[in-house]
């Protein structure tokens, strides 16, 4: 039986090995024919853990699922370096007279907390002019990648017995794990590399729910999560239908709730945009100047 059209957000559990876009290969054969598919958010090959896959028009919404704060467990390796800074690469060995102390560890490592400037690694799916840099990198180019801020709320240091460090790290959007390894191996004078990592939490999606990727195709549709589940963090409004009309139109209507917007930045907000039935329609752009909101994101009627 061909399966039916869906649209919704999917939780795995990456296995190591599988680059993320193998996986998401993977979930296809779970759905119809011609069914869209999207990760939000890569994770290496070597790492595992929660991946969010949306499906139809929910690649439409991966944009605020990736802004979602992230939650990892890595465990490092000093005293050594690695061409992708992580134990897939070519590793080489780095000479330790002393090694830290956990009291020098810990003391590092709050330098990275809060917004940082971070360098991704030459073998990552960052682009450089419009490519992706690990295919340069790979064909022996070398690949110089500009700094870009990402912000780390926490880091946690859980265990430390030589070389071996494990952490526990939440952070926004961009951030590698692998270039955190990199810069903390540097600033120790003794290197650095991931040799284990797993997400376990974007936003509100979790890694104790998410599925393996040896699950049936009724146990994936059953755990299908609803569009509005993309849009969690984001204000919330509710429109009479007329005013949904409208917006489905292409024209811009009045903030219902304007103390919503009480503190904001004096730029627009993204608002998501729910009709009296609590569907999700729409997500819009809400101007706190003139307390109205434009589409941006307009859902199609039964989605």
Do not use: N
């Not at 699922?65 to 080489?92: C, F, N, P």
């Not at 071996?164 to 959007?173: A, F, Q, S, T, Y």
């Not at 990592?197 to 755990?223: E, K, M, P, W």
């Not at 239908?241 to 103390?259: A, N, Y």
């Amino acid at each position: 039986m061909k399966p039916p059209a869906c649209h919704g957000l999917l939780v795995l559990d990456k296995p190591s090995g599988l680059t993320s876009r193998q996986v998401v290969d993977h979930a296809q054969q779970w759905f119809a024919a011609g069914t869209r598919l999207g990760h939000a958010g890569t994770l290496d090959p070597l790492a595992t853990g929660v991946l969010v896959v949306c499906v139809g028009v929910a690649t439409r919404l991966v944009e605020y699922v990736q802004r979602m704060e992230k939650t990892y467990h890595a465990v490092l390796r000093l005293g050594a370096t690695s061409t992708t800074d992580d134990a897939d690469g070519t590793i080489e060995a780095v000479a330790v007279a002393q090694p830290p102390d956990r009291a020098q560890i810990a003391a590092c490592l709050q330098g990275f907390v809060g917004t940082i400037v971070q360098v991704p690694p030459a073998h990552s799916a960052a682009k450089v002019s419009g490519r992706r840099a690990y295919d340069l990198a790979r064909r022996g180019h070398e690949v110089s990648l500009e700094p870009r801020p990402v912000h780390i709320t926490t880091l946690d240091l859980l265990t430390y017995d030589y070389p071996h460090l494990e952490l526990l790290v939440r952070c926004g959007k961009g951030t590698y794990i692998r270039s955190l390894a990199r810069d903390l191996g540097k600033r120790l004078g003794c290197g650095a590399l991931v040799d284990q990592l797993r997400r376990t939490r974007i936003g509100l999606f979790d890694a104790a729910s998410a599925l393996s990727l040896d699950s049936d195709r009724a146990t994936v549709y059953a755990a299908l999560l609803p569009l509005s589940a993309a849009v969690a963090e984001l204000p919330h409004v509710i429109l009479e239908q007329r005013d949904v009309h409208r917006l489905r139109q292409g024209q811009r209507v009045s903030v219902p709730d304007s103390t919503m917007l009480e503190g904001s930045s004096p730029t627009a907000i993204d608002v998501a945009v729910f009709d009296s039935a609590k569907t999700l329609v729409a997500v819009a752009a809400a101007d706190p100047r003139e307390r109205l909101l434009r589409p941006a994101k307009v859902l199609p009627p039964g989605a």
